[in-house]
């Protein structure tokens, strides 16, 4: 399989092409929040697969971006272990830092992660 490397380095703030980010995963990747795929058998499992994406601000369009992003990255992780497939999706939001009056910064982090597998 081969997804093309989402290879914008930018920060979350620009805008990204939402279309094509969710045809790449979805041509090239079955994902599933579940352990199975339906109407697919897994004939492998080859390990977890994580990523991160950094939120600079707190809003739906950067956490949409950082959404695509994450997703696509595990994605690319899995097809380069040899998966055609990921079981498990979980998206998990922390904070960290200390906002204040001060001029304190919160950082937020998506992280995404699963397990890849091989399915027929």
Known sequence: MNIPFFSKKSNSDEDIDVTEIERLI?????????????TKQIVEHIGLVATEQMIPKYNTKCMEQARLKGTLNLAEKAARLGANGIVGFTLNFATHGA??????RVDSVLIVTGTAVVVR
């Open 26 to 38: 979805r041509d090239n990747i079955d994902i599933s929040v579940t352990d199975a795929i339906p």
């Open 99 to 104: 906002s204040n009056q001060a001029g304190g």
